[in-house]
């Protein structure tokens, strides 16, 4: 008897290790979505073209990676439409550069991914309508080599920055010297100044330039360092410009000032980064441009302000409806309520009634406090204290029709505002600029709470929250997966229960978004089924018990109360004895409590009456108790 037990107490406490074993799962620094081909078009030879292509394979991030030489052809359309973003560099001349940066520029108006690679910006190299419709991200200009540089991010939470540690462009580090051109979007640059990465997106499709020359010193030395991470640089730029990996925009924001001083932008994007509230904040000049709807995609809500006149405040309205309409939050302070030409904004955006202000003249000169009009909104979350300081910038507005008054000035004029034109659309109107007394003195006291008051503007606009539980689309409280009932946000487990007794099997589940189990599954908050087969028998037990289920499916049940008491169960119930009649002839056995658990058996004699019962197998369970449980002979 004791060897068996000692047999016994082993398995189930390697049993017990493995019942406790945790798997986890290396997180994806860029995940596939399907089916993701890309193609690699370089006008260079067989042997340059496979390193590439190696590398690219090397990475796992996609299900096939093909070559293509354009120094001898130009890919077709439907050619490129077979990809979900193509790669582009030169070594030698395009075949044709301007049929070529034609037929580009047509297969990212389809929606398809571009990432342009050095030596493509050489000047005149290439052409057609990528460089003449202002798609791509860098100008052209001449190549440069024979400096080891390095990559220093701009972005590091950047998508295409994804696992990439290190890049050094090797001892040519070859490159060209480029700049941004209007529109695009720093990821990161060379360690001589140089851009690097950078994006846009200047159509429905994706552009991205890649400032180094995609072979490396696996085929020349020289070359990138193949033990960087520039396979990883180039695979996650197509995967993000081909849609292949998804990037929450959860938590990234974008301000887009009109600016004259981008000392400005940078205190404002230094206040947001302070709170701790964002992944990520970028900053534009849109007085120098107006951001397609593909650009503002990448974040989940804009802060839109301005201090000189917009690049065109008629096409950034538009444009800023088209995103609020996609369910992105948008923000928009002083002065883009000044009642002056390209100072507010125009188009759709005002046209069409999102402004929570109206626009009027601006004031300045005496110092203004908050007065909360709803102390509990979520934008007043934090916020104990803020003033305007001497200048107090603010514009002389009032409510548009349709919206919430949130704060306002300590003279009565509206501060704080919501407006939600329909479902979907949240707007908030904050009358005051953006900056602080950081950069300039007379503007927001920086010692008050004005960065929480923008980031929790930020954030409010970005929820879509319907059922006002806090969950929802792009919350920071989380996804909601039944955003019109506030009582559930999250999905459920439940457990088969296949033969109807309440209660299911561990190792079948289901997710439901539901308080309550789906026909045919049990929520098993009581405990998990013994035999999901017979409706008779479940885990559930008295207090600190431990059941012997035998083959003829009678049940001797022990509480850790006393250390003798036992009861026989036989089929569906009938009581055959109880502690006073039941002996167990073998030694002691202490057994430590544990849960969920089957084993094997032998007992060598148990009687009944004075009447030994059958010997025979039984499974052991033992149940959810504290400390030991006792058998006595």
Not at 116 to 145: D, E
Not at 405 to 416: E, F, G, R, Y
Not at 484 to 512: F, K, P, Q, R, V
Not at 576 to 599: C, H, L, P, Q, Y
Request: glycine content about 10%; proline content about 5%; some cysteine.
């Amino acid at each position: 008897m004791n060897r068996i037990f000692r047999v016994f107490s082993l398995a189930l406490s390697l049993a017990l290790l493995a019942s406790f074993a945790v798997f986890s799962l290396a997180p994806h620094q860029a995940a596939a979505a399907g089916t993701c081909k890309v193609g690699i078009y370089g006008a260079a030879d067989s042997a340059r073209l496979t390193d590439v292509q190696s590398k690219l394979n090397g990475t796992g991030l996609f299900t096939q990676v093909d070559i293509h030489d354009v120094s001898t052809h130009t890919p077709t359309l439907a050619e490129l439409q077979q990809y979900s973003a193509v790669l582009v560099f030169r070594n030698s001349n395009f075949s044709d550069n301007t049929a070529l940066g034609d037929v580009l520029a047509d297969y990212a108006d389809a929606g398809g991914g571009v990432v342009v690679a050095t030596f493509a910006f050489n000047s005149g190299t290439l052409s057609g309508r990528i460089v003449s419709g202002g798609y791509l991200p860098f100008t052209q200009g001449s190549q440069t080599s024979g400096t080891p540089l390095t990559l220093i991010p701009d972005v590091p939470a950047h998508p295409i920055l994804a696992g990439v540690n290190s890049f050094n462009g090797g001892s040519n580090s070859f490159h060209d010297t480029i700049s941004l051109t209007a529109g695009a979007f720093q990821v990161a640059h060379w360690s001589n100044d140089v851009p690097l990465v950078a994006t846009k997106q200047p159509t429905t499709g994706k552009i991205v330039g890649l400032n180094f020359y995609p072979p490396s010193s696996d085929f020349a030395p020289g070359d990138w360092v193949a033990t960087t991470d520039g396979a990883r640089l180039m695979s996650n730029s197509l995967a993000w410009a081909g849609n292949c990996i998804t990037a929450s925009t959860n938590g990234v924001v974008g301000i887009y000032g009109a600016q004259v001083n981008s000392a400005k932008l940078a205190d404002v994007q230094s206040k947001l980064n302070s709170t701790g509230l964002f992944t990520r904040v970028d900053i534009h000049d849109v007085a120098a441009y107006t951001p397609t709807r593909g650009e503002l995609q990448q974040y989940s809500a804009v802060l839109v302000y301005s201090d000189a006149p917009f690049s065109d405040s008629t096409a950034m309205g538009d444009v800023l409806a088209n995103y609020a309409e996609a369910g992105k939050g948008v923000v928009v302070s002083t002065f883009a309520f000044y009642s002056v030409s390209n100072h507010d904004l125009g188009g759709r955006f005002q046209s069409e009634g999102y402004m929570p202000f109206t626009t009027g003249a601006q004031s300045s000169g005496t110092l203004l406090t908050l007065i909360p009009d709803l102390p509990a909104h979520p934008i007043l979350a934090g916020v104990t204290s803020f003033d305007g300081g001497s200048s107090s910038f603010h514009g002389l507005i009032s409510l548009a029709a349709g919206a919430t008054q949130v704060a306002h000035w300590s003279n009565d004029v509206p501060l704080v505002a919501t407006k939600q034109p329909t479902t979907g659309i949240k707007i908030v109107g904050l009358n005051f600029y953006p900056a602080s007394s950081d950069v300039q003195p007379g503007l927001w006291t920086a010692t008050t709470d004005g960065a929480r008051l923008m980031a929790n503007a930020l954030r409010w606009a970005a929820c879509i929250d319907n059922d006002g539980d806090t969950y929802g689309q792009n919350c920071f409280a989380g996804p909601d997966c039944n955003d019109n009932d506030s009582a559930i946000h999250a999905m459920g487990t439940y457990y088969l229960d296949a033969d109807g007794d309440g209660y299911g099997i561990a190792g079948n589940t289901t997710e439901a978004c539901s308080l309550t189990p789906p026909a045919g599954y049990a929520d098993n908050s009581s405990g998990f089924d013994v035999d999901d087969t017979d409706p008779f028998y479940t885990d559930i037990l008295p207090t600190c018990t431990v059941k012997v289920i035998p083959k003829t499916l009678g049940w001797l049940i022990g509480d850790k109360e006393k250390n003798r008491s036992l009861l026989i169960i036989g089929e569906r119930g009938t009581e055959f004895g109880d502690n006073s009649t039941i002996k167990w002839e073998s030694a002691a056995i202490d057994m430590v409590s544990t849960r969920v658990f089957f084993k094997r058996f032998m007992i060598m004699r148990v009687t009944f009456n004075g009447e030994p019962l059958e010997k025979q197998d039984y499974r052991v369970l033992v149940g959810e108790c504290e400390g030991k449980i006792t058998w006595a002979k």
